[in-house]
């Protein structure tokens, strides 16, 4: 589980983020992220019994991400992150793909899986399997527990025009026109903190596995 002091540390970055404050307060930083890393392991192990192209074995520290932000391109100069976000690969040939994404921050924590934003190439092979296969993809995302749980995936964001090769009165363009693919729920704080949310966690993910298994076959 997320213990509370991870939570209150990040609530209080938010409220002093600079260095001054961070430094200070370098320690609690140090704590928050070992326990979000025990977590990120905890859910590796049980989620790569579903999902075998996960590494039960695979560093944990790898898949957190870094607290600081790039801020050289940004004009939002704030150093640090206000969340600390879990990234979980699933694409068994490496480089991008369908991943799973857990973000811990307080009052905002959500978990998400899919594919977000997919490079052209990838994007393309996507519609293309779309294209051939939309059957296996509704069978999928238009289950009432998967809406219930993820919401309707056709409200994401999308294209205004019809994609390259494809045509307005394709009978799936609304899944065409995606520019992402991506299943989220939101997590409340409390349910973080529960000694069973590495278990509610990994079962909401399961959910979303035969999504990332579809994207990863289109790209594959």
Request: net charge neutral.
């Amino acid at each position: 589980m997320i213990k509370k002091e991870t939570l209150d540390f990040l609530k209080e970055l938010g409220d002093n983020n600079n260095r001054d404050w961070f430094m200070a307060n370098k320690q609690r930083h140090d704590d928050a992220r070992q326990n979000v890393i025990d977590f990120t392991q905890a859910v590796i192990k049980l989620l790569a019994k579903t999902d075998a192209n996960l590494n039960a074995e695979a560093d944990p520290r790898k898949c957190v991400l870094r607290i600081y932000r790039d801020i050289r391109f940004s004009l939002d100069k704030i150093p640090y992150k206000r969340n600390f976000g879990i990234s979980l690969m699933q694409n068994p040939g490496g480089g991008r793909g369908s991943e799973y994404y857990i973000h811990i921050e307080p009052g905002k924590a959500f978990l998400a899986g899919g594919y977000w934003m997919p490079e052209a190439s990838h994007l393309k092979a996507i519609r293309q399997e779309i294209d051939y296969n939309a059957h296996d993809l509704k069978q999928i995302v238009d289950t009432p527990e998967f809406i219930k749980l993820f919401g309707n995936i056709r409200e994401q964001d999308r294209l205004k025009t019809v994609p390259r090769d494809y045509n307005a009165d394709h009978p799936d363009i609304d899944l065409l026109k995606l520019k992402s693919f991506i299943a989220q729920h939101p997590l409340k704080d409390e349910e973080l903190l529960k000694k069973d949310a590495v278990e509610k966690i990994v079962a909401l993910c399961c959910k979303i596995y035969p999504l990332n298994v579809f994207l990863n076959n289109a790209i594959a």
